[in-house]
DNA sequence: CATGGACGGTAGCCATGGCTACATTATTGC
DNA sequence: GCAATAATGTAGCCATGGCTACCGTCCATG
């Protein structure tokens, strides 16, 4: 039972409608964005393995990634349904055409990311860190952005 | 059934220790990260409904938010928990101290993100939504760069 | 003062992304 | 060639964060 009367605008003409309504919009993208943002770190990973190790294996993507093989084998498999991907039980994991071009542009991302926050003082270690969050919600024209900060760095 | 002997250097003494470690940690990190950033968000909301229609209320909450209203109330019951807000039932949303404290450093964070894309000459729209997903990551060592880039803007 | 419609809440579904425990397959070393 | 071990895969659990459908509350207004 309330413990009394409510006597708040609950009828009020809702008045928060366009600044709103455009966050609302902001932070569904952004919910979104989230479900890309394993896929990008996995075919990351799984092209850094492969040019070190010549294969990506799952227990090496597990480690890499900081969990368990069988989180790895079950998003392996949505990887592979998503087209990212090609792996056969018991085999490597292979990098498709088009999962091939979004480790590239990740890694390029995440590289440039990260060069932009050294390039503000941020210690190595942070810098890193940090551009693990911050590179998935990088658009392209911040990223443009910080690529020509890069270029003319301030004297 | 496998379609031929695998001839991939599995016993290799695993070899991506040290860098890969590092790597899955920061990984880690950002997942647990995650987890925060719903609760930054709500609490932002509610202390912006709060200053400007007096009160935080469920269907506010959820036009703001994007997501319905039966999702706000389940996430209130885990803030509620959590201790960031008070809640009664058919009752307003209020912030705890903590939660006050938490919406104003997000508020102040955000806004800082946003002001530095801007500076960097990216348009109004793009900095605001690349904020809302770049905030949420940003530490207080990049932080702070991004406030002296913004005290000393670039001649 | 009754009631309609907005608001708030519950039940139950789905997908994702973790995990442990156990089973199966490949490779390797004896 | 066979046993041990490491890698891989399966089953099933939990939490989170969405959703729809439906039901309950409340209060403004006729």
Same mark, same amino acid.
Request: glycine share 6%; with cysteine; hydrophobic share 40%.
């Given at each position: 039972?309330?413990?009394?009367?409510?006597?708040?605008?609950?009828?009020?003409?809702?008045?928060?409608?366009? #600044?709103?309504?455009? +966050?609302?919009?902001?932070?569904? +993208?952004?919910?979104? &964005?989230?479900?890309?943002?394993?896929? &990008?770190?996995?075919v990351? !990973?799984?092209?850094?393995?492969?040019?070190?190790?010549?294969?990506?294996?799952?227990?090496?993507?597990?480690?890499?990634?900081? =969990?368990?093989?069988?989180?790895?084998?079950?998003? /392996?498999?949505?990887?592979?349904?998503?087209?990212f =991907?090609?792996?056969?039980?018991?085999?490597?994991?292979?990098l498709t055409?088009?999962g091939?071009?979004?480790? !590239?542009?990740?890694?390029?991302?995440?590289?440039?990311?990260?060069?932009?926050?050294?390039?503000?003082?941020? #210690?190595?270690?942070? !810098?890193?860190?940090?551009?693990?969050? /911050?590179?998935?919600? =990088?658009?392209? &024209?911040?990223?443009?952005?910080?690529?020509?900060?890069?270029?003319?760095?301030? #004297?």
């Open positions: 039972m309330p413990t009394g009367p409510a006597k708040n605008g609950r009828r009020r003409p809702t008045r928060t409608a366009g #600044p709103a309504k455009r +966050q609302a919009d902001y932070l569904s +993208q952004t919910r979104r &964005e989230h479900a890309h943002e394993i896929a &990008e770190d996995y990351e !990973a799984i092209a850094d393995l492969a040019a070190e190790a010549g294969q990506a294996r799952v227990v090496g993507l597990a480690r890499r990634l900081g =969990v368990t093989h069988v989180t790895v084998i079950r998003t /392996i498999a949505r990887l592979k349904k998503a087209g =991907v090609t792996a056969q039980p018991y085999r490597g994991i292979s055409d088009e091939c071009a979004l480790a !590239a542009m990740c890694k390029n991302r995440h590289e440039t990311v990260a060069a932009f926050l050294r390039s503000l003082g941020i #210690p190595e270690q942070v !810098a890193e860190m940090d551009a693990e969050g /911050i590179e998935h919600h =990088v658009s392209p &024209e911040t990223l443009a952005a910080f690529k020509a900060c890069l270029r003319k760095p301030r #004297p």
